[in-house]
């Protein structure tokens, strides 16, 4: 996780990896895949596969990491409210 932004009021957390959307966000990815011809060998014997098409139907559980969160608005508190007293002990 990176700062992508920040200035006096705000902070901006992120990634610019290519697969983060899918973790945070989830995913269902539907296709046709074409499987070339192979040969495959199974109990010791080989045997010839033809080339096919077969539908593929993945989801992607989210994995939520980037946005808001019970958790992370939890920790938040916890720290604003340590930084508060650490400035004001001084």
Request: glycine letters at 4%; a positive charge; proline letters at 1%.
């Amino acid at each position: 996780m990176n700062v992508l932004k920040e200035d006096e009021n705000t902070i901006t957390f992120g990634t610019h990896v290519p697969y983060a959307a899918t973790h945070n966000f989830g995913l269902r990815i539907r296709a046709v895949q074409n499987v070339r011809a192979h040969s495959r060998i199974r109990d010791g014997k080989r045997y010839q596969v033809q080339a096919h098409t077969r539908k593929i139907d993945t989801q992607y559980q989210k994995r939520q990491f980037i946005g808001e969160s019970q958790q992370m608005m939890n920790n938040l508190d916890q720290w604003l409210h340590t930084q508060i007293l650490k400035r004001f002990k001084e």
